[in-house]
């Protein structure tokens, strides 16, 4: 009975250190994406080149979420999502300003 339940302690003890490993080697990857893409910024609200959210119209910098740099302008989005719509196609949200 004791070596049961030493071998299903066992057992449990390497497939949680075999997840938590893959589950760092999953972290650390999409930190090397982010990293290489991504800089942590110190921002004021006048830094911005628009107080709204191009994308969605909410107020950019009460909802910053993330920021694009567009011809050495900072525009800030809400969402990564709204950035992404942004950063596809610029030149249609910039228009509307």
């Known amino acids: 009975m004791k070596r049961l339940i030493m071998i299903c302690t066992i057992t ?44 969605c119209g909410m107020h950019a910098f009460k909802f910053l979420k993330d920021t694009a740099v567009v011809d050495k302008k900072i525009y800030g989005f809400c969402s990564k999502s709204c950035k992404s719509r942004f950063i596809k196609n610029p030149k249609a949200y910039l228009k509307t300003i």
């Open 12 to 55: 449990l003890l390497f497939s949680q250190l075999k997840q938590a490993s893959a589950n760092e080697i999953n972290s650390a990857g999409k930190m090397n994406t982010m990293r290489s893409d991504t800089t942590k910024i110190k921002i004021a609200e006048k830094d911005l080149a628009d107080k709204k959210d191009l994308v």
